[in-house]
Structures are given as C-alpha cells and as structure tokens.
C-alpha cells in the first residue's frame, strides 16, 4: 500500500489531494500573471494583453497595442493627398470605403469643397459608406459569436459578407482594398445594372440576418455569455470618448449621421437603435438592427439616386478624363501636375469626421498648400474604445475576455495606425 | 452656434486664451499652458458648455513649416513655440465642438495632463508622448503606446527620418560594444 502511494506521488509529482492535509490542498493564494496575445486566435487583431489574475478573476490588466503600428501618419506626410488613399484602406480593412470618404472629406473641407459635391457622388459615397457598414458588422457579429462556439452564425455571416464584397469588387475593382473614394467625388461611376445586383444582394442579405437573429437570440449558451458581461454605464461611455454602437448599446444618443449630417444623410431616413444596459448582449442587438438599418438606406439611395455626374468640376481636384490627357496638352500637363505634384490645398487645418463602422472616424489635417499633407493624424474608434477594455475586463473572468474584446471590435489596423 | 463658446470661454478666461479661431468651421482657442487644467475643467463642468466627451489628442510639430504663398513671417523660426498640442471636445448634450490648442517651446515641451478630467486622454496623451515626445506633468502612467520601450527618439517629429530603422532585433553577427555588454569577454578569459 505504502508502495502504491509513493508511486502515485512520483506519477503525479505531489502527493495525491486526499492524502494532503487541509493546508496543503489550499491553492496558492497568490495572483498569477498571464499572457494573452499578442497573437491569440480569439483576439481580432493583434494586441497583448497582460493579465494579472486571483484564480480565473481578473484583477489588473495591462493592454498593449501596436503591434500593427505601420506608420500612417508618418508615410502620409510623405505621399500625395490621393496617394494616401490606399492608406486609409488599410486602417480598418473591414469597412475600407468608410476611410476612404473620411479621407476625402478632410481634404474637402480644408478645400471649401464640403457641400458643393455633385449629389450623385454624394449618394454614392453614401451607398459604399453603408456596405462597408454592413461588412463591419457582419463580420463583428459573426466573429464574436464563433469565437463564443456558434460557428454558423459566422459562416452565414460570411458568406454574405461576401456578396457585399463581390458587389464592393465589381464597383471599384479590388474585393478589399477599394481606394474607391477621391477628393471631389469617387474614382468612377457606379457599374451598370448595379442598382439591380444590389436589390437582390440585399433580398439574399435579409434572410440571413434573421437566421442568424433566430439562432443566437434564444440561444441559452450565447446568452449566458454576453448578458451582463463587459458593462458600461452611460457616463462612463461618455467621459472615455466611446462612440458609434459602443455608445448607444450603452444608452448615448449619438450618431455622426444624424446629430451632425454630412452628405446626404439629412435626405435619408433612418433610425438610430439604443441600449440600455451597455454589456455585450446591448452591443450585439445593436449591432443587429444597425445592418438593418444600413440594408433601409440602401433602399433608399437607389430610389432616390441622381444622374450626373460622380466627381466635382473643378480642375484643381478632378483628374481630366483619359480622352482629353491622351489627346490635349492642356489635359495632359493637369493630369502630369495632378500626379506628381499632386492636389494643391491651401494652408490651414481641419478636423472631418463621419460616422465609421466602430463610430466616430475623423481625420486631422494640418495643409501648408503643397500637395502633400504636412500633418495627417487619424482619430480611430477603436483606439479609443480599446482603452476602455481594460476597466471593462476588471473582475470579470478569463472566458469573458473573449465575447467583450469580440463585441470592442478592435480592428487592429485602425486602433494601431 | 458654437461662436458663442468661444466668446463664453474669452469672457470667462481673459488671460487664458491667447487668440481664437474658426476656420473651416472648427472652433479653436489657442490655451497657455498654465490655464490649461482650469480651462478643461470649466469646460467640462459649465452647464452651458458641458464638454463631456473628448474627441482626440494630437500635436504639431512646426519645425518644418513653410507654407506656400505665405510671406516668410509666417514660416516657423526659433523664436517661435515648435509644438502645439491640440485637444478636441465635443458636448453630447450641445453638440457643440471645440479644440484647444496650446503652444509648446522646443526646450521644454510639457503641459498639465487632462487625464484625470476626461479618461479618454489618458491613451491619446501616451500616442503623444510616443510619438511626439511630449511631457504630460501628473499623467498617471506615462509609457510608450505604439513602439517598444527601447526605441530612441520621437517618430513623429519632423526631424526624425522617414528612412530611419531602428528594428528590436537580436543580432549576434554584428561586432558587440564592449561598453554594452553585459558579459564582456576580458583576455584573460582564453586562458
């Protein structure tokens, strides 16, 4: 018997739990450090966070981004105002057309341009804006869910992520990095028979979200997991800067398209859904009503979208069409200028903002009237909300890392620049 | 709307605001940095202004500035401050919006953190301090955000090239600085 003991305790390296007397089956009461990230499969982006727990409860965290750090701000000071575009791409890589037009409209404004678009290039921007959304939030909502063990949700998301994407491809050429948007308007006009392409997307999208809303809403496991979890009141969502769904799954009233409308959002109707409790259950349903939402103005916009033109005519801005630069010298030395000079702005500086997939995207721009900016600095939601993660995670569990950094959103491009 | 916040906010600091604008349509007073913790927190605390909401933090650096079709008064020199940090509020009850902007020597580029009036500053001001290299006085935990701890000097600043690498690498085939290194060989060590 005594052998079998002490064969068990080499095996085990410890004794066996009933042989310890009550001081020795105690766990260790100190608090551990942990590691999570910064590559860690339930993490969107890469960030590292360190973790000081009390068993599985969290009591202290130290979140570190920039591990995507890729100079935004650095190499724009260096490009051309439309050179910077493909930039702006790679901030949020989910929703692209978004920064794209927050691009364009910082540069407007510094311009004098903002409003004196012609309105077709305003309802297309307006039309990319929305399915960028949708992309955001699909992917947001499909990823937070696998991530929770709900793997179809994500595939049902995903692949109609990717009918938006094919419709987003055939607009501007590229399935991601669209570049779609330029200063005075987009780079070309909208495909043909895209108004029908985008009906019937939008008829195949609507089934989906109601399947997706059926298996997650009285879904016991998902809903034991994000009730609750990762709350913020309202004053709190306020006073760290939170915006976008954010914010109003945690009760702000705030949405850049209504409260201060650009574009042609006053001419679209719309509702602006709210939470009340801010937890991860809130930010999901908010989520959820806002792809509605979106698929409601899209609606809209092809009812209601002009002909005419897609750029503004103005020839400091819009690039002459390929016809004149081949066949005139005036077209050829404004398109020669247009290119290596680029945009001339005038001195001053300007903060545009819109609406982004995470909420209140707004660009910096500092111009000394050459044609590259002297400053650019980018306003990312995700930085910000990031920042809040850490109060939001305290007390919680480690499993509860996950769904709150899921329903965060953190984009790893745009929180790291 | 908001020319009113600035006429409300120059009645209320005399002394404290430098100049204001509102080109483009953002409302900017130009803050010494010595009114700037009073400044921040009327702001916040006036009903009428109620800015609860920060926006960003970012800063300027003037080192370079040489705008086209000015005279060359305008064009930065040594007399002149080289950074400006700049801080934009909204009001969610307003909606009403506002930067402030305060001017910073070359010498000695630090001003009272916000941190503690709005919590959102407290990453914005560590992005700037990384990045800019600007000292936040009472800021809770000033540390690099972006880059890692070891990384020398200030990439945002305009005298830092673009070209320059400064990769976190270990690399043992270069020579090692004897001064640097921790364990260094002494000759008598072969024997």
Known sequence: MADAQSLKQLVLGRKDVQDMSDEESELPPELMTVNMGPSHPAMHGTVRIVLTVDGEKIVKSDIQPGYLHRCFE???????YTQVFPYTDRLNYVSPMINNVGWAMAVEKLLGLTGKLPRRAEYIRVIVSEMSRMTDHLTCI???AMELGAFTPFLYFLKAREWLYELLEKISGARLTHSYARVGGVVKDLPLDFEADLTLCLDKIDPVIVDVEKMLLSNK???????GIGAMSREDAIKTGCVGPIARAAGVDYDVRRDFPYSVYPELEFDVPLGTTGDCYDRYLVRLEELRQCARILRQCMRQIPEGAFVVDDPRVAMPPKKDAYNTIESMIR?????????RVPPGEAYAFLEGGNGELGFFVVADGTGRPYKAYCRSPSFVHLSTASQLIHDHYIADVVPIFGMINMIGGECDK | MSQKVLAALTAAF????????????DETAWIKREELLAVATW???DPAMAFDAPVFCTCIDWIDWRPVGRPVSEHWSE????????????????????RLEVELPEHDPRLPSLADVWPAFNWQERETFDMYGIRFDGHPDLRRIYLYEEFVGYPLRKDYPKEKRQPLVRRDDLPVNPLKAPHARHESDNK
């Open chain 2, 43 to 45: 702001l916040r605390d």
């Open chain 1, 335 to 343: 398109h020669f200028k247009h290119i290596v000079d680029g945009i």
């Open chain 1, 74 to 80: 650095k190499e724009s000071e260096y490009a051309t």
């Open chain 1, 221 to 227: 496991i998902f809903y034991d997991r994000v009730v």
């Open chain 2, 14 to 25: 005399p002394d404290a605001v430098v100049r204001t604008g509102s080109a483009h349509d």
């Open chain 2, 79 to 98: 007399t002149k401050p080289r950074f400006t940090v700049c801080y934009q509020l909204r009001s969610v009850a307003h909606k009403h919006r506002i």
């Open chain 1, 142 to 144: 499909g990823a937070s």
